[in-house]
């Protein structure tokens, strides 16, 4: 089968929602290419280290391909992806060079292209993350739990910054049999994380669809389905009960406009975990969290991102 392979060139800010956005457009996998790679090794199994001199990486910034069938893809499709990319600065993320272009290849190319740089990646102390083209080859240590996921059918691999610092606060906040709320799960993988540490009753919401059936097969693919419910909702609407934690790894406007919805479906004590927020708008995140009664026990960052544990 032929394939299409568009080529954008982002900021490193606005790299997870332009995964995000590709996969709505149509994209059979992508793989990233990262500038900071050339800088900061990558770890690769078990904490170990993985050269990456042989890559191609960009001077700046984030190269994202995308692999789009030859059905799915039409002439004005790179106009419209770019200008999409363009569009984020609504939403408080400079898109950087954004420029999208396009070349043709085979699907054994295309394969070959984006699983070369997805292998598994230990992102906390007790979680492993694992694609699943990897999970006959590999042998696990007893400490650590198993996140199995297909890079090339979701919205991200788990291992990017804001994805890592949730789980990181959510292995900080669960000691087991906790219910737990993830709004905007994307892959479901903060989901799985989630029941992967112990929680006893997890709710993976997100407003897209595909997201929906992506999550509701990683979750199947993960055997933690008797514990996880996936469904289609916008943000904490519609949702009648009060949780031990709610997580979300969305953009900071959406943060900002979520938080005294997390408060008021928190039991009291409970955990309020927030990501995806760029650092410039960490002090408007930290004052409205705040603002709501929430306690700020702890601020993590990675590279330019912030994530947030506050309690109820």
């Not at 291992?159 to 890592?164: E, K, L, P, S």
Request: proline share 3%; charged share 20%; aromatic share 8%.
């Amino acid at each position: 089968m032929m394939y299409y392979e568009l080529t954008c060139l982002v900021s490193h800010e606005a790299s997870e929602a332009v995964v995000e956005l590709l996969h709505r457009f149509g994209a059979a996998g992508v793989s990233i290419e990262d500038s900071s790679w050339g800088v900061e090794p990558l770890p690769d199994r078990y904490g170990e280290l993985y050269a990456m001199e042989e890559l191609d990486l960009p001077a700046e910034g984030v190269r994202i391909k995308a692999y789009i069938a030859a059905g799915d893809y039409h002439d004005a499709l790179a106009t419209a992806i770019a200008e999409e990319i363009r569009a984020l600065q609504s939403y408080g993320l400079e898109p950087g060079a954004a420029t999208v272009s396009v070349a043709s290849l085979d699907e054994e190319d295309w394969a070959h292209g984006w699983k070369q740089f997805y292998k598994p990646v230990q992102v906390s102390e007790r979680l492993l993350i694992v694609p699943s083209w990897e999970m006959e080859s590999i042998s696990v240590p007893e400490h650590l739990e198993v996140i199995q996921i297909e890079p090339g059918m979701a919205f991200g691999t788990g291992t990017h910054a804001t994805t890592v610092l949730c789980m990181r606060l959510l292995e900080q906040a669960l000691r087991g049999g906790e219910k737990v709320i993830d709004v905007g799960c994307g892959t479901a993988i903060l989901s799985i994380a989630a029941a992967k540490l112990g929680a006893s009753r997890v709710l993976a919401c997100d407003l897209d669809s595909v997201a929906v059936e992506v999550a509701q097969d990683n979750v199947k693919k993960n055997a933690v389905d008797d514990r996880i419910h996936v469904q289609q909702g916008n943000l904490l609407h519609g949702v009648t009960w009060q949780a031990d934690v709610v997580v979300a790894n969305i953009l900071a406007e959406i943060v900002l406009q979520l938080t005294q919805a997390a408060y008021d479906h928190l039991l009291p004590g409970g955990w309020f975990i927030s990501s995806g927020i760029i650092e410039q708008y960490a002090d408007d995140v930290e004052a409205r969290l705040q603002a709501v009664g929430f306690s700020v026990v702890e601020k993590k960052t990675q590279g330019d991102w912030v994530a947030f544990l506050a309690q109820k």
